[in-house]
């Protein structure tokens, strides 16, 4: 069964750091790879989807990377900002989708 | 871009009580659709796949007799818990298969058991 973790679980950094979150999964027989934002008690806002051929996905201040041979995903926030506080999830899609364990981030003003 | 709603957003309910929570595709049409639950700080568990028109797949340790689920159109799956426990608590999200590769997730919906 995939297994998918991320690291770290929770992070703080101060506004304007670039910062990497970390995602693991351990079978790599994957389709895609996507990244979601979760603010408190809400749902999932989709931030970039990686296809299994791609190796890289950018969105504004976001890049997503995959390499699908070492089970590794990372995200990177550039210029981090206080709204960018939330907790990111990565999902590995399959046969369904397998998400991981969140990195809740917090942005210091 | 395609929009999924949850109705409600929350709901408050007594134990022993059943309660339904509805999931739409408001601009396209889902044939499957999915349901997970998701505890205080950990992350989503799939409990059932929703196909229109047959019966839902249930997850491994998900009891169907108790998450009932309902996916009669295109655009509606409903999961209902019955007799609803303190230990049923807990943030339930849908999502929508648009295509092989898209899945569109609802907003959720907080169900708090007393």
């Known amino acids: 069964k995939q297994e998918v973790t991320q690291i770290p679980a929770a992070l703080s950094v101060p506004e304007g750091e670039n910062l990497v979150l970390n995602c693991s999964f351990t079978d790599s027989a994957i389709y895609n790879l996507q990244w979601f934002r979760q603010d408190p008690g809400k749902g999932l806002t989709s931030l970039l989807l990686?296809?299994?051929?791609?190796r890289e996905q950018t969105s504004g201040r976001l890049n997503a990377s995959l390499d699908k041979s070492s089970g590794r995903s990372t995200l990177y926030i550039a210029a981090s900002q206080p709204g960018d506080s939330a907790t990111y999830l990565c999902?590995?899609?399959?046969?369904?989708?397998?998400f991981g364990t969140g990195t809740s981030l917090t942005v210091i003003p | 871009g395609a929009v999924v709603s949850q109705h409600p957003s929350w709901v408050i309910c007594k134990s022993g009580t059943s309660v339904k929570i509805e999931c739409r595709s408001l601009d396209f049409q889902a044939t499957t659709m999915f349901w997970y639950r998701q505890f205080p700080k950990q992350s989503l568990m799939l409990m059932a796949t929703s196909n229109e028109g047959s019966k839902a797949t249930y997850e491994q340790g998900v009891e169907k007799d108790k998450f009932l689920i309902n996916h009669a159109s295109l655009t509606l799956s409903t999961l209902t818990v019955t007799s609803a426990h303190p230990e049923d608590s807990s943030f339930y999200i849908c999502?929508?298969?648009?295509?092989?590769?898209?899945?569109?997730f609802g907003p959720g919906t907080r169900l708090t058991v007393l």
């Open positions: 999502s929508a298969r648009r295509g092989p590769d898209e899945q569109f």
């Open positions: 999902a590995v899609i399959g046969n369904q989708f397998y």
């Open positions: 990686i296809q299994s051929s791609q």
